[in-house]
């Protein structure tokens, strides 16, 4: 199988790797990479476990092939604290028990964060909104979207 | 949250103090983070890749197995047939002293449901494996199937499952269990109505967000470290350790994470096989379940038919209660023949009944093998049940809160199973359920409690 080279920055630092083509991302970032924290739960684009966000975008990794990631710019969720401090976002779905298995949270978190950064005081129909694409089987809908929203109140603390 | 602590005054223990007090998940930092590690998060050199061939017959005899071309596509590492599996027939509950062993690891003459496994297939990658299970030939003959509960119980219906002999799981008190408790014909003959009605329900999947699989990497000395999903760990260990005739010190699994589960992971199926995977190539194997092969492989919630009938005064009172289950197993047992006796414990419900009748069937069907799912067995009898108690209470114009608070046992009161009840607190909550639902009911229902001085 023919092997292209890819190069991109994870969470702010540069990899390059020859991966077969054709290999999604996801498996890329899971299995040649290492940043395990993208879940695969359905491998077709319909549970949200495998969101990471490209470019600023918020993208199903399961769904994209590494190969068109070239000089792209990839956040996951391994990459979001900082210094070990959480993100706001990170410390919300603790406190408000967002989640149960953990197996969607990761998913989750960029969903929210991309509705975040650009919209940093979301009503809650924006947030189910923007969480419409991500299934969680265990905790209930109810603490994510209040995970969200109290995010976004912490962030506009920050910020004024 | 309230902790109330008037009721129960004066027996409780009052030295609780962790109810009440909200506590951090342990694991949920490493949830937040992506740290925590799924049994798919375990990666090692030179894994090979497990796609099990399937039966695409609903019942039918394997006349022949063909696997050379399959073995000759690139990349394929080993094919497995029933043949290699070292103990083939199993049952889960065994363990238990729960037979008869009445499942196949891999499908040795027949295939008893559409989705079963039949012929492992091991490559060096995804593709690979995916693209030889495809040239595996199987000749089948179709045979005659059965998919509902009621004709797989007549005589003459196609025999699913020949390590039972019959279509229902034979219990040490015959085809169904019982609860015989007082005269339950006397009871309708003096109740002022009868109520019988029927309630059924469909399979249900469980759905968990990560599906079903594990990891294995074999260590040297013939041991070997599984990292699975299991909900079960030592039924999986114990019953992998019977399948492939290895004692359990040789053994080692890593759980624990579960990505969802509901009750689907507590089945034994990905393991062994994936076990005997590796000890037969020396390499390590993982075997995960497509989406697809978690919507339609992995054990439903069983489909389930209650009838029930039952005599009423017009009081209020149940005098007689009446209750013919019926579990559809689909082809296996794995946890079926439970999941209907706990129905037969559970068809009395809450309340104090003076004459029972119950029996509840264990079928077999040319079905998926449904098995464990939250409270199976007991939770579509409970919506039977209590959707039974409205339509009762309906039947004499009475209020369907109240006229739980008449039936609701107490302390002291002697169960249907010949247990007198004790630590009862059924009033208490229907009480408390009263207040929040602003569903006001009668100062004597407020005044009742279910502890009894002496019972
Ligand atoms: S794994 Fe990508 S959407 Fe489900
Ligand atoms: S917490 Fe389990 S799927 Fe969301």
């Known amino acids: 199988m023919a092997k292209v080279p890819v190069q991109f920055t994870l969470n702010g630092s540069e990899k390059a790797e020859f991966i077969d083509s054709g290999t999604t ?13 993208p879940k695969g739960g359905c491998h077709q684009g319909t549970c949200g476990a495998c969101s990471v966000i ?41 406190d408000t028990f967002a989640t149960q298995c953990g197996f969607c949270t990761p998913g989750m978190i960029m969903a929210a964060k991309v509705l975040l950064d650009h919209t940093p005081d979301p009503s809650r129909d924006e947030v189910v909104e923007a969480l419409s694409g991500n299934i969680c089987r265990c905790t209930g809908y109810e603490p994510i979207i209040q995970a969200v929203l109290t995010a976004a109140r912490a962030n506009s603390q920050n910020a004024a | 949250m309230e902790l109330r602590k008037n009721y129960f005054a004066d027996v409780r223990k009052d030295d609780l103090h962790e109810i009440g007090q909200p506590r951090p998940r342990s694991d949920s930092p490493g949830h937040v983070t992506g740290k925590t590690a799924f049994f798919a998060d375990r990666n090692f050199p030179g894994m090979l890749h497990l796609k099990m061939v399937r039966s695409p017959h609903h019942h039918a005899r394997i006349r022949s197995i063909d696997t ?31 037979g008869p062993e009445d499942e196949t690891v891999l499908a040795d003459g027949k295939v008893r449901w559409k989705g079963e496994a039949v012929v492992a297939v091991l490559a060096e990658t995804e593709r690979a494996a995916q693209e030889a299970a495809a040239k595996v030939k199987v000749d089948y003959e179709v045979l005659p199937a059965v998919f509902d509960m009621e004709e797989a119980l007549k005589p003459g219906a196609p025999l699913v499952n020949e390590y039972h002999g019959q279509n229902y799981y034979l219990y040490d008190s015959g085809e169904c269990r019982k609860v015989r408790f007082g005269d339950v014909e006397a009871g309708f003959a003096g109740a002022d109505h009868i109520l019988e009605q029927s309630y059924q329900s469909s399979p249900i999947e469980h759905a968990p967000t990560e599906t079903t699989g594990c990891v294995v ?22 019953n992998t350790s019977i399948i492939l005739q290895m004692p359990g010190s040789k ?15 507590v089945d034994v199926i990905v393991e062994p096989i ?31 038919k209650v009838i029930i009938k039952d005599g009423v005064m017009k ?48 079928v077999y069907t040319n079905r998926t093998p449904s098995s464990a799912m939250r409270g199976f067995g007991v939770t579509i009898g409970d919506f039977a049940l209590e959707v039974q108690m409205d339509k009762l209470a309906r039947l004499i114009g009475m209020d369907p809160l109240e006229f739980r608070f008449i039936n609701a046992y107490r302390d002291g ?42 019972a």
């Open chain 2, 68 to 98: 050379s071309q399959a073995e000759k596509h690139p990349g394929v590492v080993k094919v497995l047939t029933a043949k290699d599996v070292p103990h083939n027939v199993y049952t889960i509950l065994i363990l238990i002293q729960i």
């Open chain 1, 54 to 94: 490209i470019d600023g975008e918020l993208r199903l990794s399961c769904l994209t092939l590494a190969e068109t990631c070239n000089r792209a710019a990839i956040t996951t969720t391994s990459g979001l604290a900082e210094g070990g401090v959480l993100h706001p976002l990170q410390r919300a779905f603790l």
């Open chain 2, 217 to 238: 990497a074999p260590e040297g000395n013939d041991r070997f470290t599984c990292y699975t999903n299991t909900q079960a760990m030592f039924f999986t260990l114990d």
């Open chain 1, 25 to 37: 991302l996801l498996n890329a970032l899971r299995d040649k990479i290492g940043d395990t924290s």
């Open chain 2, 315 to 362: 009081d209020g009172r149940i005098v007689a209660r009446k209750v013919t289950g019926y579990t559809d197993a689909g082809a296996y047992s794995r946890h079926s023949p439970y999941g209907a006796q706990k129905g037969a414990g559970h068809y009395p419900g809450p309340y104090t009944i003076p004459n029972v009748w119950i029996d509840t069937y264990c």
């Open chain 2, 274 to 304: 994936a076990i005997l995977g590796a000890k037969l190539t020396g390499r390590p194997v993982c075997f995960i379940y497509s989406r697809e092969e978690e919507m339609q492989i992995s054990s439903p919630r069983a489909a389930e």
């Open chain 2, 251 to 265: 053994l080692h699994f890593v759980g624990g994470t579960v990505g969802g589960g509901f009750g689907g992971k």
């Open chain 2, 413 to 454: 009161d002697m169960k249907a199973h010949r247990q007198p009840t004790e630590g009862a607190a059924l009033i208490e909550c229907m009480q408390e359920a009263s207040r929040a639902a602003n569903w006001p009911v009668a100062e004597k229902f407020m005044a009742m409690s279910s502890y009894r001085k002496g």
